[in-house]
């Protein structure tokens, strides 16, 4: 059995996590912690009081740093769904959970859909000279662009050339108002964050050449479609002390 402690308990992804944990034969869910209102206020305090295998953190961008902090140099293997982390904090988690062969695994997004059309992207990238993300979620998201859009870009490097650019043959630009053409990413790709209520999240890369678009969207729904993709982590993590960046690389 898998003791499985969820931070950010109150919130709307953690409390999915509550129900997928729950109805899961082989976890045990040992402790809620959020502050606002929790079983625990802190993974400090719940880790005084029950024993943690594997912690869930769905939290904030300010939190999810010091908190892996803790659970790495506590043996407390950790999956992290909260999106914001710098690429220098995520090589240093990478660092830390090698040192202490402590799992942790980092997934931008949980749902397999997704996760299916960052690595068709990533496949496209190496036939088209140009690409540009649009990422949309709803108004109470805190950072942008979005840690799946971010994921893509980078994947999308990857799978290109080296040194190439996504922005091939464009015209010397000029922005009138300022950030009209996104944020640059990786390898010069342009990505443009959309903020507002009845969205949960969809993401769309568009890649271009001469004569043809091509286009690869996913709509997430509802916050169940990551559940499956959140129980596939935690047992992971329970059972290799690796460090995983992307759930594609345990589908």
């Known amino acids: 059995m898998i003791n499985v402690a969820v931070c ?17 034969e082989d976890m045990k869910l040992v402790a809620k912690i959020d502050i606002f209102n929790g079983e625990y206020p802190t993974i400090e305090e719940a880790s005084k009081k029950v024993d943690i295998d594997v912690l869930v953190d769905f939290t904030q961008p300010k939190s999810i740093y010091d908190n892996a902090l803790f659970c790495l140099n506590r043996g407390i293997r950790i999956v992290i769904g909260t999106t914001g982390l710098s690429d220098n904090q995520i090589s240093d988690l990478k660092n830390l959970s090698e040192q202490n062969k402590t799992a942790c695994l980092i997934a931008p997004n949980f749902s397999t859909g997704a996760v299916l059309m960052m690595m068709f992207a990533k496949q496209a990238a190496k036939y088209f000279d140009n690409a540009e993300i649009i990422e949309l979620h709803h108004n109470q998201k805190k950072d942008a662009p979005s840690g799946t859009a971010v994921k893509t870009a980078l994947m999308m490097s990857e799978g290109a050339e080296l040194n190439k650019s996504f922005t ?66 935690v047992r992971y993590v329970y059972d290799n002390p690796d460090f995983i960046y992307g759930l594609e690389n345990i589908m």
């Open 8 to 24: 950010g308990a109150n919130g709307k992804m953690g409390t999915e996590v509550l129900k997928a944990v729950n109805n899961s």
């Open 168 to 233: 091939d043959g464009n015209c010397p630009e000029v922005e009138t108002i300022e950030g009209s053409r996104g944020g640059t990413s990786y390898a010069n790709i342009h990505i443009h964050s959309v903020r507002m209520p009845g969205y949960i999240a969809s993401q769309e890369v568009i890649f271009g050449s001469s004569g043809q678009i091509f286009k690869i969207k996913h709509d997430s729904m509802n916050r169940e479609c990551y559940m499956p993709g959140v129980m596939m982590a």
